[in-house]
């Protein structure tokens, strides 16, 4: 399924980590991109005018597109494509379930293999805000966003904990995963560790911060009473003509030390702010609060108390 701008964090990334941008660089958004066929961001096509200077945590915040653009642009498809790869889209979890989908990365390989089409620069600038041939599924999506939340390090999707034989010995998780590879038919892959550079994620964190917790964030008005500080994304993601797009939103929580990572979709919801409003009663369940009754009064008993 597209995921419109949910995929921004891993574009900001491979500029980051590729000295493109830096954690401080602004790109001045002045609403029409100047290059590879002039798309514009989506506050020029409401408000006619860009978002001005950002950085890169500003640009997540307001989900800019002419920043990631610029970006795209500066970065190059194929840096997108290897932190895209590396933070677990397009290839399968390995969950224990017949007929995952392994989804797509847009790339020029993709272009030509699905649709025996050219990829230009046109296609790098949509490729960079979540549009193009990419698709994937909401549970690459949690696991993209857990990626985030832990600082890139890499994470076994799996619905089985542990095997206890009648005798009282665990299953090894070796000789569990061997079995399982084997009956799926899948190859266990080795993900290089990109080790990437703390500073560079925690900007990118810092800007999903801002989403749910400063004014202008794209999911501000749904978590702003919220007494749990988390890190989130919205996204919309073009479907066909006359059609209400896609609305995703991921998140994680609490943002300080996560312990839930959430992705939700909702088939032609619009906007990604619409489905924010689902993630935080997840968020409210998994914490045991009573969503209607969440404000900010800081006498209430501290959340800890309450999880716990």
């Given amino acids: 399924m597209h995921h419109g701008s949910t995929f921004k964090m891993a574009v900001a990334l491979a500029g980051l980590e590729n000295g493109k941008i830096t954690t401080t660089s602004t790109i001045r958004d002045t609403g029409v991109y100047p290059r590879g066929g002039n798309p514009v961001c989506w506050y020029y096509t409401s408000y006619h005018s860009g978002h001005g200077y950002l950085n890169v945590s500003q640009a997540i915040k307001h989900s800019c597109n002419y920043f990631f653009y610029e970006v795209g642009y500066r970065t190059g498809i194929d840096n997108i494509v290897k932190y895209a790869n590396y933070l677990g889209l397009g290839k399968k979890t390995g969950i224990e379930l017949l007929g995952e989908t392994s989804g797509t990365v847009a790339s020029p390989e993709t272009a ?6 050219g990829w230009y620069l046109g ?31 890499n994470i076994d999707v799996t619905l089985i904990k542990s095997i206890v034989k009648a005798d009282g010995t665990e ?14 038919g899948l190859k266990n ?6 080790k990437v550079d703390s500073k560079n994620m925690q ?5 999903m911060k801002g989403v749910t917790s400063e004014s202008g964030g794209t999911a501000y008005s749904t978590f702003r009473s919220f ?17 209400d797009a896609h609305a995703w939103f991921v998140g994680f929580a ?26 935080k009663q997840i968020m409210s369940e998994y914490f045991g609060m009573d969503s209607n009754q969440v404000t900010e009064n800081m006498k209430a008993t501290s959340s800890k108390q309450t999880v716990r």
Wanted: net charge neutral; proline share 4%.
């Fill in 112 to 117: 030509k293999k699905l649709y025996n089409e």
């Fill in 123 to 153: 296609n790098t600038l949509q490729a960079a805000i979540g549009q193009s041939y990419s698709s994937y599924s909401p549970l690459q999506m949690a696991r993209y966003v857990s990626m985030l939340a832990n600082g890139g390090k």
């Fill in 171 to 184: 299953v090894p998780k070796q000789e569990i995963d061997k079995y399982i590879n084997e009956e799926l």
């Fill in 189 to 194: 892959e080795v993900t290089e560790d990109l």
């Fill in 203 to 207: 900007a990118v964190l810092k800007g």
């Fill in 227 to 243: 007494n749990i500080k988390i890190g989130g994304k919205t996204g919309s993601a073009q479907t066909k003509k006359g059609e």
């Fill in 254 to 279: 609490p943002f300080d030390n996560p312990e839930i990572a959430v992705a939700v979709l909702v088939e032609h919801g619009g906007t990604g702010g619409n489905t924010a409003i689902v993630a």
